[in-house]
């Protein structure tokens, strides 16, 4: 079956503005949760989105933010982009929440920040 | 609170050699579940395996092996044999469940691996 997909790849943004980041999950799956990857921070958890629902959130300002589609569909969304949101996002998908179910990860979206 | 430990920034070795990376946990919670994922270059963290706190039989798959000690805390991975397509970034993780918001990994900082052939 599909894996995880992440939409786009590979994203060049000029600070100031906004960018929007996409991730279908496995199908059947409800739970999709974002994480953050910088070589200064390591791997840091955003937010979990399970059946439309916002579940869970990470220590992340206010310009992160997220939405679940009807169809298990996840966006994220960082406004007002800052040299310091350059970074590889990544998006899990899990049946359940990611720990109690495995969780399978994407490619992930490279967002440079120029 | 919830840490992953990783010492090993980098490790090298030589084709065929075993190489153990470590892991050591934190958590108060008495369900949890430890995982292992392999990063490539190309950036997707593969799923390696899971492990739930009330499991500590360690597990083969393969030229893989896992050792869970809870009296350690520790859930350290073992590649016997090692090959070139080994070399990667691995990253410990920790998740444990919060009632009524779910579970979050915690990762370790990854030990990266290099196979010398």
């Known amino acids: 079956k599909a894996g995880v997909t992440q939409t786009p790849r590979y994203l060049i943004k000029t600070r100031g503005q906004q960018v929007t980041l996409s991730c279908s999950p496995i199908?059947?799956?409800?739970?999709v949760s974002w994480y953050q990857q910088t070589p200064g921070q390591g791997l840091q958890f955003l937010f979990e989105y399970f059946s439309e629902t916002q579940r869970n959130k990470g220590n992340f300002p206010g310009r992160f933010s997220g939405r679940q589609f009807s169809n298990s569909r996840s966006e994220m969304n960082v406004s007002t982009l800052e040299l310091g949101d350059s970074a590889l996002y990544l998006c899990a998908s899990s049946l359940d929440s990611p720990g109690a179910s495995e969780a399978f990860f994407g490619q992930g979206t490279r967002l440079t920040v120029v | 609170a919830q840490k992953v430990t990783q010492a090993q920034t980098e490790i090298s070795v030589v084709e065929k050699e075993d190489v153990t990376l470590d892991c050591v946990y934190e958590?108060?919670?008495?369900?949890?579940?430890l995982f292992w994922y392999k990063q490539p270059p190309s950036g997707e963290l593969v799923f390696l395996i899971r492990r739930n706190s009330f499991d500590e039989q360690n597990e083969i798959s393969g030229r893989y092996s896992w050792n869970f000690q809870k009296s350690t805390s520790s859930f350290n991975f073992t590649i016997t044999a090692s090959q070139v397509v080994d070399s990667a970034v691995y990253f410990c993780?920790?998740?444990?469940?919060?009632?009524?918001?779910?579970?979050?990994?915690?990762f370790g900082t990854g030990t990266s691996l290099t196979v010398i052939p």
């Open positions: 993780a920790l998740s444990a469940y919060i009632v009524g918001t779910g579970n979050q990994f915690y």
């Open positions: 199908s059947g799956h409800r739970s």
């Open positions: 958590t108060r919670d008495t369900t949890y579940y």
